[in-house]
């Protein structure tokens, strides 16, 4: 047996040991905040030993199996604590019911709000023949998913164009830049739901879709604004000189030149604002909202169902891992020279 | 005037650089004046700080001129006064080698089949041709000079601009990019200022060497390489080359050692 075999072996009955004996004298609970940082060192212990004995063709799987295998390892976890009466199952529901809950929003309509979560898409061939068009129409409007998408993705290009457009402005020209850099700093900090009472006053249906629309636009805007204005300073002053010197002017110069130097910097803007439009507009919809993923998870919470509030939280994570994937998408499409 | 005939092809007259600075105006470039003539391949050298790429610089009118006149003659109209080979190569990472080589062109409205024949062209008297479709970030540092030395000769310039081209590569590579730049020279006869620190790249390259003095930048002297053409590598073995050689280090090294004392 080699020192890595037995090194494993020790550091395996060691943490098996720390927590098991703990348990038995009725301490672990009350020490928990040590004992699980302690336990996981000893995990990244064990892992780092077993690690060394993997063969480098097997070092792919290896990795992947941690990072994969980790969560897993959390989830199953968290399952067993919930099933042997460890923690609270009404606040903290087993994973296996919360996927039961989310599956159970899936396949159902709920004839109280009128909405679906997806909007039972198997339905679409009876509906078309009843309803034509419009009958598929209306099986979509009754999606939680597509509300929440639709306000986001209207509201992230309503903002993001005209403020990569300002930013630019912003970066070339300095009297621009000095007369509102100090107020969109000032804009920025705000919280964007702070001022959804006002921007609803603006909308002649306060309720509808434009105000949502619109605070997600002008979080994203504000974002925008400042980053394009940092990527485009941000550009070397050498491209700026050898397009002057081969002779670009004014509209060239922004095609050739300023525009390419910045995109990589507005790229990285994007994600961090699609993240911030999901913050804005999950909360707008906890708020004030009759559809969406964050009004199913608020209702659910409201309603004392904790399975389905968490099976809403789980439906916006997805829908972050989706769009950062579609805007990454868009990025090798658009900036093929990034390695 | 070195035996020049007619009018030169670069006139620089009583050229004045001063920077506004802490302590009071800081003059970077004083009563410099010079003239090339057409076809002539003329070094600046001295030491760093002496303000021969702010004349460059002012040269390729990227910078501004506080007195004095510098002036390009036109010959064929249409064609750029200068183009500028950048020592830190400044070809646009968002553009393919053959893009590159044909930016110039690309902002004179010359025809997309017209400039992608003379940049290819161009590509294959530097050996790049089949890196055309490859972006910068994935040649070496010697070839990302040759994409940045041949945009300037696709642009076809009156004068062409080099600011310490070869700086920024490693001896070698240097050495063989030396031997081209001297080769594709022979072929084109531009008119070329050519800035560097390296003695022996002046001496090998130029018909002439223009020395300047340590800050601020005045003009010191000026020695004619009259060495045989074609050049190559080999002509730094010669004892004409180490004669000229040992000249101008005799009146660059005092101006080196005067420059290292003003910076401390």
């Not at chain 1, 609970?29 to 336990?39: D, K």
């Not at chain 1, 609803?200 to 879709?209: K, N, R, S, W």
């Not at chain 1, 002053?237 to 010197?245: E, S, V």
């Not at chain 2, 040992?246 to 003003?262: H, N, P, T, Y």
């Amino acid at each position: 047996m080699t020192a890595d075999r037995r090194a494993i072996l020790l550091l395996l009955v060691l943490s098996i040991g720390l927590n098991l004996g703990l348990a038995a004298i009725g301490l672990w609970r009350t020490l928990s905040w040590l004992v699980i940082p302690a336990s996981f060192v000893l995990l990244v212990l064990i892992c780092e030993r077993a690690g060394r004995l993997v063969p480098m063709r097997g070092r792919s799987v290896y990795e992947r199996a941690l990072a994969l295998g980790f969560p897993a390892a959390v989830l199953l976890l968290w399952q067993v604590a919930g099933d042997t009466g460890l923690i609270n199952t009404t606040w903290f529901p087993q994973p296996s019911r919360i996927l039961a809950g989310l599956w159970d929003l899936t396949v159902n309509y709920d004839r109280f709000s009128k909405a679906s979560l997806i909007g039972r898409p198997w339905l679409i061939p009876q509906y078309f023949a009843e309803g034509g068009l419009a009958g598929v129409w209306t099986l979509l409007a009754e999606s939680h998913v597509l509300a929440t998408v639709g306000r986001v993705l209207a509201g992230f290009v309503l903002g993001a164009v005209p403020g990569i457009l300002l930013g630019v402005v912003m970066g070339i020209n300095q009297t621009v830049r000095l007369m509102l850099d100090t107020t969109l700093s000032a804009v920025y900090v705000l919280p964007k739901i702070a001022i959804f009472p006002i921007v609803m006053l603006i909308f002649a249906d306060p309720f509808g879709e434009g105000p949502k629309i619109l605070v997600v636009a002008l979080a994203v805007f504000i974002l925008m604004t400042i980053n394009t204005m940092a990527a485009v300073r941000g550009i070397d002053r050498i491209y700026l000189m050898a397009g002057r010197n081969y002779g670009a002017t004014g509209w060239q110069m922004m095609r050739h030149v300023i525009l390419p130097g910045a995109l990589p910097v507005i790229f990285s803007g994007l994600r961090i604002a699609l993240g911030t439009a999901m913050i804005v507009i999950i909360s707008v919809e906890f708020l004030r909202a009759k559809q969406g993923v964050g009004f199913i998870t608020f209702y659910y919470w409201e309603v004392l169902n904790p399975e389905k509030m968490y099976a809403g939280l789980i439906v916006v994570m997805l829908l972050g891992v989706v769009l950062t994937y579609g805007l990454q998408w868009l990025q090798k499409r658009l900036i093929p020279w990034q390695r | 005037m070195h035996g020049m005939i007619g009018t030169p092809k670069i006139a620089a007259r009583h050229v004045c650089k001063v920077y506004p600075g802490v302590d009071g105006p800081m003059v970077a470039l004083d009563d410099f004046s010079l003239d090339v003539a057409d076809g002539e391949f003329v070094s600046v050298i001295g030491p760093s700080g002496c303000g021969k790429s702010t004349f460059l610089r002012m040269v390729a009118g990227l910078d501004t001129i506080s007195s004095g006149t510098i002036e390009i003659a036109r010959g064929k109209a249409g064609r750029p006064l200068n183009s500028v080979v950048f020592q830190e190569y400044a070809i646009f990472p968002w553009k393919t080698v053959i893009e590159n080589v044909a930016f110039g062109l690309l902002m004179r409205g010359v025809s997309r089949p017209e400039r992608l024949a003379v940049a290819r062209g161009w590509l294959d008297r530097v050996g790049l041709a089949k890196f055309a479709a490859y972006y910068p970030h994935q040649i070496s540092g010697g070839m990302k000079q040759r994409v940045g030395i041949v945009r300037a000769l696709a642009n076809d310039p009156e004068v062409l601009l080099m600011d310490e081209p070869l700086g920024a590569l490693d001896a070698q590579t240097r050495l063989v990019l030396q031997d081209e730049l001297m080769r594709i020279w022979e072929e084109t006869r531009k008119t070329v200022v050519y800035i560097t620190h390296s003695l022996d790249e002046a001496v090998l390259l130029s018909d002439r060497v223009i020395l300047m003095s340590a800050q601020p930048g005045r003009l010191l002297a000026t020695f004619d390489i009259d060495l045989p053409r074609p050049r190559s590598a080999a002509t730094m073995n010669t004892p004409r080359f180490s004669e000229y050689r040992e000249m101008i280090w005799s009146r660059l090294s005092g101006e080196v050692a005067r420059a290292m004392e003003q910076q401390q």
